[in-house]
């Protein structure tokens, strides 16, 4: 666009806007829009600005260089919209690239009508879709569904991670005391064992001691109990 063009487009904005065109401004608008020509896009752009209200009513629109570039841009995006390459299979790459662009000049420009309906696509359907085309498609909640996958559970953690070396509980499980087997905090030696410390579990006096006592606890509890 020359500072020629960029005054009638300011001319143009000025019925709208009735800003006061100038040659200082036209020679500023040709330089900010200087590959964009004065066609009927531009145009369009300068009616799209000024026919969208503003989101503040009190707000004065002012077209800038940078609204006629978006605002064109979009006018000529939109004939693309459906646009789909009309090639040749023995085209080399070349001519490839020179048949596209033309092709998407030629649409976007408007000097060729724009596809209205939306391009098929290539190749056969899904798998899942021709089972239902055809009526041979299993329902999910028939005798012939697939089993649903089991959902991942996480492996414990911590000292419910490994095997108690002390009342044998296996993974997961916890820990039993020595009496009615009620589950307890997990033992010494399964804490080390989870942090791959050295095990050491109670000698043999102290295994005795542990079951007096137990046992001693247990005759209170039934005494009690009568």
Known sequence: MNPTEAAALLARCAAFDNRQPSLVAAQAWAAALH????DHDTEAAVAAYYTTAPQDPNQRLWIMPHHIRTLRSKIRSARLENFHYEGNPDETPAEYLTRYRGQVQAI????IPAP???PMLDGPPHRAVAQLLSGTARPADGP???TPRPATERPPT???GVICPDCAAPIGRPCKSAWRHKARAPHPARRRAAAGDPIRLDNDDTVTARRYLATQHLARTNGDDQ
């Open 35 to 38: 590959d964009i020509p004065l």
């Open 108 to 111: 976007a420009s408007g000097r």
């Open 116 to 118: 209205t309906n939306r």
């Open 144 to 146: 012939d569904a697939p």
């Open 158 to 160: 911590g000292p419910l």
